[in-house]
């Protein structure tokens, strides 16, 4: 069972070996590897190889542990000491902890969106489309909020209030709709408008929940400050602004975008309600102050539409310093603001309007239309203002002797991957939109005839779902042919491997396979292109067939062609069917993961590759583990390192080594060049340098080596997700190992004398040369660096410059743990 190492054992230890004796001579040996774990988590006892553990420093949510026998090792003589004393920093709770975390399943178009922010080029200057870039993200995150927001109102006020409460057939059929239908009871909240303003509730309730959650969420993770420093002489950006001192506190901008996003959503209810109102009020039987007052809220609502575009254009992320303001006035009065706005807009709509009925739908057809049209004007535009930035990359150099030291970048979709990710995320959204929207209705409508349903545009994207899933599927046998292909001509490439060794015609079809399975990684980026180019051209093509005919695409295709005719019916019945099912297996999903622990870590697995980047466009998007987990590997390696003087290995597995590497950015020169990095099964080069150009690209991690005292990279053939570094000329080999053999061995073996599986993107520790390269950087580390210095009271906010090694949590100045 893991214990907890008290703060006054840890200040003993550190500071005496346990009889009163200095132990700062014998700190400067000192060694230290940092374990950080990978995607789905894991626990100390297992990364530590040892059921006894000591939590050195942290909480519950995250912290660092130590073997139990390891926890006063720094004031053992050197002698004494038997290799590196190793910690492990446990972040898997930052992503799957608790039960509720199941929920940011509904927030998945959210992140997604968030992605794209990340994924622009890399571009050498051009200030202002890298802005541009931003802006037109952040834009895209907005149509997001207000589309969710539309399609609760669509299913609430449309559908439920308005179609099927003022419906008999429909009211009879669901008695507790009883109280707002004016055939049933006609009692007081049967009025249309205030039918409407009771179903409000549903979709404000929604936007109350999105800003709590994010309000928490910012609190908890986006308030974790880290260290303030100076920078040194020699410093550079390092080519990436991982390394600026405020790229992981993202603070301001998000609380920025909270007000704004929640504004919307309030404000898309209040048109909701506004337009149908003024449409009766300035019809002949309305009222003339009604027309005035009406008139008024839509002003007032346009005024505050406009607010919040300025607030979402007016500034993006402030990365070259910790920007520790929160425009509270901001965050708090826009909000408040709408929210006032909406309940005028409710108060109106609910005053007595003799003759007014219910008929049709609302305005949900005007609104997903001018949804949809301005999501693809946004992805166009991002394209667009991507193409540009990724020509602004350097030509190719002209002699063959610069061609081998030069980066060669392997951008995915030639920069193009923000845009098709972005276009990813509006289908998301408009998938959730049309399925909800659509079952809904199904349940309301039992027979089908009652009801005008949803909006014709959500039928109409409904049915080109079917012809997207058989462009896949093609695509799909294509990639499927080729790996056969590949795992055929493998073969001989493994039996080549092992020469002199018995033939195992199974054994060597099974590598081959594993090995050719793995290169579907390197096929990602041709199926996002494929996706998203077949979901423009069916969203276009979707959005002008609704807009022209104004009906289903079954009703549009009759008295046409047989086949036509039939394909249009299949269409819309099988898409109906496809996004109902789509919508109620993620339900199913996320109330598994809710109360499944099992199920939860593998949703935490989608959370650990899709929230390491902060909130840069979009405040609802699941909250950024990074923002934590990198402030706090760069407290313990730089406590440690300068209150030991000791060598450190900062060592990564899969997702592990991207945070290893940005805590790695994140340190000083002087730091930085005492400090080895070594990673494996990383996924820097082959998913991050490619979907991330401008933060992971050559340059950044050429950069990363040069400023590393040392840097070793293991990978294996078949490992799907971790892969080379492929740095540039000379630099490539002293970094990336060649491929570890996967199996250990091929047939049994004195040393194997069980059949050895094969490891993939596992278990890197249990291979031989894992132990060696490490060796191999302790050494170049040496052992002549700097004792430690005496421990000094930093300044206000500043990294104190001789903590204790094995104590305590650091201290922010608020007193609370920053590790």
Same mark, same amino acid.
């Not at 901008?253 to 337009?275: E, F, I, P, Q, S």
């Given at each position: 069972?893991?214990?907890?190492?008290?703060?006054?054992?840890?200040?003993?230890?550190?500071?005496?070996?346990?009889?009163?004796?200095?132990?700062?001579?014998?700190?400067?040996?000192?060694?230290?590897?940092?374990?950080?774990?990978?995607?789905?988590?894991?626990?100390?006892?297992?990364?530590?190889?040892?059921?006894?553990?000591?939590?050195?420093?942290?909480?519950?949510?995250?912290?660092?542990?130590?073997?139990?026998?390891?926890?006063?090792?720094?004031?053992?003589?050197?002698?004494?000491?038997?290799?590196?004393?190793?910690?492990?920093?446990?972040?898997?709770?930052?992503?799957?902890?608790?039960?509720?975390?199941?929920?940011?399943?509904?927030?998945?178009?959210?992140?997604?969106?968030?992605?794209?922010?990340?994924?622009?080029?890399?571009?050498?200057?051009?200030?202002?489309?890298?802005?541009?870039?931003?802006?037109?993200?952040?834009?895209?995150?907005?149509?997001?909020?207000?589309?969710?927001?539309?399609?609760? +109102?669509?299913?609430?006020?449309?559908?439920?209030?308005?179609?099927?409460?003022?419906?008999?057939?429909?009211?009879?059929?669901?008695?507790?709709?009883?109280?707002?239908?004016?055939?049933?009871?006609?009692?007081?909240?049967?009025?249309?408008?205030?039918?409407?303003?009771?179903?409000?509730?549903?979709?404000?309730?929604?936007?109350?929940?999105?800003?709590?959650?994010?309000?928490?969420?910012?609190?908890?993770?986006?308030?974790?400050?880290?260290?303030?420093?100076?920078?040194?002489?020699?410093?550079?950006?390092?080519?990436?602004?991982?390394?600026?001192?405020?790229?992981?506190?993202?603070?301001?901008?998000?609380?920025?975008?909270?007000?704004?996003?929640?504004?919307?959503?309030?404000?898309?209810?209040?048109?909701?309600?506004?337009?149908?109102?003024?449409?009766?009020?300035?019809?002949?039987?309305?009222?003339?102050?009604?027309?005035?007052?009406?008139?008024?809220?839509?002003?007032?609502?346009?005024?505050?539409?406009?607010?919040?575009?300025?607030?979402?254009?007016?500034?993006?992320?402030?990365?070259?310093?910790?920007?520790?303001?929160?425009?509270?006035?901001?965050?708090?009065?826009?909000?408040?603001?709408?929210?006032?706005?909406?309940?005028?807009?409710?108060?109106?709509?609910?005053?007595?309007?003799?003759?007014?009925?219910?008929?049709?739908?609302?305005?949900?057809?005007?609104?997903?239309?001018?949804?949809?049209?301005?999501?693809?004007?946004?992805?166009?535009?991002?394209?667009?203002?991507?193409?540009?930035?990724?020509?602004?990359?350097?030509?190719?150099?002209?002699?063959?002797?610069?061609?081998?030291?030069?980066?060669?970048?392997?951008?995915?979709?030639?920069?193009?991957?923000?845009?098709?990710?972005?276009?990813?995320? +509006?289908?998301?959204?408009?998938?959730?939109?049309?399925?909800?929207?659509?079952?809904?209705?199904?349940?309301?409508?039992?027979?089908?005839?009652?009801?005008?349903?949803?909006?014709?545009?959500?039928?109409?994207?409904?049915?080109?779902?079917?012809?997207?899933?058989?462009?896949?599927?093609?695509?799909?046998?294509?990639?499927?042919?080729?790996?056969?292909?590949?795992?055929?001509?493998?073969?001989?490439?493994?039996?080549?491997?092992?020469?002199?060794?018995?033939?195992?015609?199974?054994?060597?079809?099974?590598?081959?396979?594993?090995?050719?399975?793995?290169?579907?990684?390197?096929?990602?980026?041709?199926?996002?292109?494929?996706?998203?180019?077949?979901?423009?051209?069916?969203?276009?093509?979707?959005?002008?067939?609704?807009?022209?005919?104004?009906?289903?695409?079954?009703?549009?295709?009759?008295?046409?062609?047989?086949?036509?005719?039939?394909?249009?019916?299949?269409?819309?019945?099988?898409?109906?069917?496809?996004?109902?099912?789509? +919508?109620?297996?993620?339900?199913?999903?996320?109330?598994?993961?809710?109360?499944?622990?099992?199920?939860?870590?593998?949703?935490?697995?989608?959370?650990?590759?899709?929230?390491?980047?902060?909130?840069?466009?979009?405040?609802?998007?699941?909250?950024?583990?990074?923002?934590?987990?990198?402030?706090?590997?760069?407290?313990?390696?730089?406590?440690?390192?300068?209150?030991?003087?000791?060598?450190?290995?900062?060592?990564?597995?899969?997702?592990?080594?991207?945070?290893?590497?940005?805590?790695?950015?994140?340190?000083?020169?002087?730091?930085?060049?005492?400090?080895?990095?070594?990673?494996?099964?990383?996924?820097?080069?082959?998913?991050?340098?490619?979907?991330?150009?401008?933060?992971?690209?050559?340059?950044?991690?050429?950069?990363?080596?040069?400023?590393?005292?040392?840097?070793?990279?293991?990978?294996?053939?078949?490992?799907?997700?971790?892969?080379?570094?492929?740095?540039?000329?000379?630099?490539?080999?002293?970094?990336?190992?060649?491929?570890?053999?996967?199996?250990?061995?091929?047939?049994?073996?004195?040393?194997?004398?069980?059949?050895?599986?094969?490891?993939?993107?596992?278990?890197?520790?249990?291979?031989?040369?894992?132990?060696?390269?490490?060796?191999?950087?302790?050494?170049?580390?040496?052992?002549?660096?700097?004792?430690?210095?005496?421990?000094?009271?930093?300044?206000?906010?500043?990294?104190?410059?001789?903590?204790?090694?094995?104590?305590?949590?650091?201290?922010?100045?608020?007193?609370?743990?920053?590790?």
């Amino acid at each position: 069972m893991a214990g907890e190492l008290t703060e006054e054992r840890a200040a003993r230890h550190a500071a005496d070996g346990g009889d009163g004796r200095d132990a700062r001579t014998d700190r400067a040996g000192s060694a230290l590897e940092l374990l950080v774990h990978g995607v789905g988590g894991t626990t100390p006892e297992k990364m530590l190889g040892d059921t006894r553990t000591v939590r050195v420093t942290g909480d519950d949510t995250a912290a660092v542990f130590r073997r139990a026998d390891d926890a006063d090792a720094e004031s053992r003589p050197a002698g004494r000491r038997d290799g590196p004393v190793r910690e492990a920093y446990v972040w898997c709770n930052l992503t799957s902890g608790n039960a509720a975390r199941a929920l940011w399943l509904l927030l998945l178009p959210f992140m997604v969106v968030n992605l794209a922010h990340w994924m622009r080029p890399a571009a050498r200057g051009h200030t202002r489309t890298v802005r541009f870039y931003g802006l037109l993200v952040r834009l895209a995150g907005l149509t997001l909020t207000a589309l969710l927001v539309a399609a609760v +109102c669509e299913v609430a006020l449309d559908l439920t209030a308005w179609q099927c409460a003022g419906t008999r057939v429909c009211a009879a059929r669901h008695s507790w709709l009883g109280f707002l239908s004016p055939d049933l009871s006609g009692g007081w909240w049967s009025a249309p408008g205030r039918r409407l303003a009771v179903a409000a509730l549903a979709p404000t309730a929604l936007t109350g929940l999105l800003w709590y959650l994010s309000h928490r969420t910012w609190s908890a993770y986006e308030s974790q400050q880290p260290f303030a420093r100076a920078p040194e002489p020699d410093e550079e950006s390092g080519g990436t602004a991982l390394g600026l001192p405020g790229f992981w506190y993202g603070r301001r901008l998000v609380a920025r975008l909270r007000a704004a996003h929640t504004a919307t959503g309030l404000l898309t209810v209040a048109a909701t309600v506004a337009v149908p109102t003024a449409r009766f009020d300035r019809g002949p039987r309305g009222d003339a102050p009604l027309v005035l007052l009406g008139g008024l809220l839509e002003a007032a609502l346009a005024v505050g539409a406009a607010a919040v575009l300025w607030v979402v254009c007016r500034q993006g992320r402030t990365e070259h310093r910790l920007d520790r303001e929160t425009d509270a006035r901001l965050a708090r009065g826009l909000p408040l603001a709408a929210l006032a706005l909406l309940l005028l807009v409710l108060l109106h709509a609910g005053w007595s309007r003799p003759g007014w009925r219910s008929s049709g739908r609302l305005t949900g057809d005007a609104v997903f239309t001018a949804l949809t049209l301005a999501q693809v004007l946004l992805v166009v535009a991002l394209a667009v203002v991507a193409h540009l930035l990724h020509r602004t990359l350097a030509p190719a150099p002209r002699s063959a002797r610069t061609a081998k030291t030069r980066a060669v970048p392997r951008t995915a979709l030639r920069g193009l991957g923000g845009p098709a990710v972005a276009l990813l995320a +509006c289908a998301l959204g408009g998938v959730f939109s049309g399925g909800t929207s659509q079952r809904v209705s199904d349940w309301l409508d039992g027979t089908g005839t009652s009801l005008p349903g949803p909006p014709v545009l959500l039928t109409w994207q409904a049915s080109v779902i079917p012809v997207l899933l058989l462009v896949l599927l093609v695509h799909g046998a294509r990639l499927a042919r080729r790996t056969r292909r590949l795992a055929r001509a493998e073969r001989a490439v493994v039996d080549a491997s092992h020469p002199g060794e018995p033939r195992d015609p199974a054994r060597t079809r099974h590598i081959a396979a594993v090995r050719a399975t793995a290169t579907l990684t390197d096929h990602a980026p041709a199926l996002v292109g494929v996706t998203a180019v077949t979901l423009l051209l069916l969203g276009a093509g979707a959005l002008a067939g609704a807009w022209t005919t104004g009906r289903t695409p079954a009703e549009a295709a009759r008295g046409t062609y047989a086949l036509v005719d039939g394909a249009a019916q299949v269409a819309q019945g099988v898409g109906s069917w496809l996004t109902g099912l789509g +919508c109620l297996l993620f339900v199913t999903c996320g109330r598994r993961a809710y109360k499944d622990a099992s199920a939860r870590r593998t949703v935490g697995i989608l959370w650990d590759v899709g929230t390491f980047w902060p909130r840069a466009a979009h405040p609802f998007a699941p909250p950024c583990y990074a923002e934590r987990a990198v402030p706090d590997l760069t407290w313990r390696v730089v406590t440690w390192t300068r209150a030991t003087g000791g060598r450190l290995v900062l060592s990564g597995h899969s997702q592990g080594s991207v945070l290893a590497a940005a805590a790695a950015w994140q340190l000083t020169p002087s730091v930085r060049g005492r400090v080895a990095l070594l990673t494996y099964g990383s996924p820097l080069e082959r998913l991050y340098a490619r979907w991330f150009p401008a933060h992971f690209g050559p340059a950044a991690l050429a950069a990363l080596h040069r400023d590393m005292a040392c840097w070793r990279n293991l990978y294996r053939l078949t490992d799907p997700i971790g892969g080379p570094v492929r740095l540039p000329g000379d630099c490539g080999p002293e970094v990336d190992h060649p491929p570890l053999d996967d199996p250990l061995a091929y047939g049994r073996t004195a040393l194997h004398p069980l059949p050895a599986p094969v490891l993939g993107h596992s278990d890197y520790q249990a291979d031989p040369v894992f132990a060696e390269e490490r060796a191999r950087l302790l050494a170049r580390l040496g052992p002549g660096l700097p004792g430690p210095r005496r421990l000094e009271t930093p300044p206000e906010g500043r990294m104190p410059e001789n903590p204790q090694p094995g104590g305590g949590p650091a201290q922010d100045r608020s007193g609370r743990s920053s590790g």
